[in-house]
């Protein structure tokens, strides 16, 4: 399973991002997915999950209010929408993709249960 993340960028406070994970390969063996953050100097740290479903979401206390993740129908592609962007919301951001242990209504926020990692997308936000 290959995953690619896009749609990061340069964005002002207050501004809106929508990043997208693209699934591909073997896509019939993830279950969960979910969006995580890296910033400089900074441990990984998990924003938002989606069960493989989509009906159960996960969203840190810092984006709640602010960020939604979705995953469309075919359950390969998930969304982060990105809304009143902050400064410490900047971050090299990450989707990442379960394999084994959490299908249909679960998921996980535990970083060490994603086995799929994509490549990340670089999100800045200038005060």
């Known amino acids: 399973v290959q995953l690619q993340a896009s749609g990061g960028g340069l964005v002002q406070a207050g501004g809106s991002l929508r990043l997208s994970c693209v699934a591909s390969g073997r896509t019939h063996t993830i279950h969960a997915m979910g969006w995580f953050r890296q910033a400089p100097g900074k441990e990984r740290e998990i924003v938002a999950a989606i069960s493989e479903s989509g009906i159960n979401t996960y969203l840190a206390d810092s984006v709640k209010g602010r960020f939604a993740i979705s995953r469309d129908n075919a359950r390969t592609t998930i969304y982060l929408q990105m809304s009143l962007l902050k400064p410490e919301d900047t971050a090299v951001y990450y989707c990442?993709?379960?394999?084994?242990?959490?299908?249909?209504?679960?998921?996980?926020?535990?970083?060490?249960?994603?086995?799929?990692w994509g490549q990340g997308t670089e999100v800045t936000v200038s005060s």
């Open positions: 990442a993709a379960d394999r084994t242990g959490y299908s249909g209504s679960f998921y996980t926020t535990n970083k060490i249960e994603y086995e799929y």
